[in-house]
């Protein structure tokens, strides 16, 4: 009877620390992903700043979704490249860029590297990095992202960054797609 008691009291032991790691892991998953509004007269650059944060703070490689680039995106975009951070783009085609965006899309196009590939159907705005992921509707311009009232997702859950990844992967020519 002492032997089961011990067995018990083992087993248990061992159930407690395993509730505990799960407790720990729901623990560290809360505020991995938040949701914000920006825009209006209570936060009309909350989305702008969030976005210069994660600009500058890149280490690795930047990837950005966005219908069009304005000249202050294109500016920070460009002191990323400085550092020597790589920055891939999705955006729509040439043609489908208002005109006052084309001079901007002509020299992002030309700055070592940032890459662009066209897809006419981008229509929301994603930034992110190997830590943090910005997803919003709207285009990365300063101006209208003042003006627009929008949700903001932010995330650095690292499996929802993968799938995100995994997700603008998708958008990408098929011969640079990760294997």
């Given at each position: 009877?002492?032997?089961?008691?011990i067995?018990?009291r083992t087993e248990?032991?061992?159930?407690?620390?395993?509730v505990?790691?799960?407790?720990n892991k729901?623990?560290s998953l809360?505020?991995?992903?938040?949701?914000?509004?920006?825009?209006?007269?209570?936060g009309?650059?909350?989305l702008?700043?969030?976005?210069?944060n994660?600009?500058?703070?890149?280490?690795q490689?930047?990837?950005?979704?966005?219908p069009?680039?304005?000249r202050?995106?294109a500016?920070?975009?460009?002191?990323l490249?400085q550092k020597?951070?790589?920055?891939?783009?999705?955006t729509n085609?040439r043609?489908?860029i208002?005109?006052e965006?084309q001079?901007?899309y002509?020299?992002?196009?030309?700055i070592?590297?940032?890459k662009?590939?066209n897809?006419?159907?981008?229509?929301?705005?994603l930034v992110?990095?190997?830590e943090e992921?910005i997803y919003?509707?709207?285009?990365l311009?300063?101006?209208?992202?003042?003006?627009?009232?929008l949700?903001?997702?932010?995330?650095?859950?690292a499996?929802?960054?993968?799938?995100?990844?995994?997700?603008?992967?998708?958008?990408?020519?098929s011969?640079?797609r990760?294997?």
């Open positions: 009877m002492s032997d089961r008691i067995e018990l248990n032991s061992r159930l407690k620390k395993e505990q790691n799960l407790e729901i623990l809360v505020g991995m992903i938040s949701l914000k509004s920006s825009g209006g007269s209570e009309k650059n909350i702008n700043e969030q976005l210069i994660l600009i500058t703070s890149t280490k490689q930047l990837n950005v979704v966005s069009k680039i304005d202050f995106y500016n920070e975009l460009k002191k490249t020597g951070i790589p920055i891939l783009i999705i085609d043609g489908g208002p005109k965006f001079e901007v002509d020299n992002l196009k030309a070592s590297g940032v662009i590939i897809n006419p159907n981008v229509r929301y705005l992110f990095n190997s992921a919003s509707g709207g285009a311009v300063k101006e209208e992202l003042e003006k627009s009232i949700i903001i997702t932010s995330i650095r859950e499996a929802k960054l993968r799938k995100i990844a995994s997700i603008f992967s998708m958008m990408l020519p011969f640079m990760g294997k």
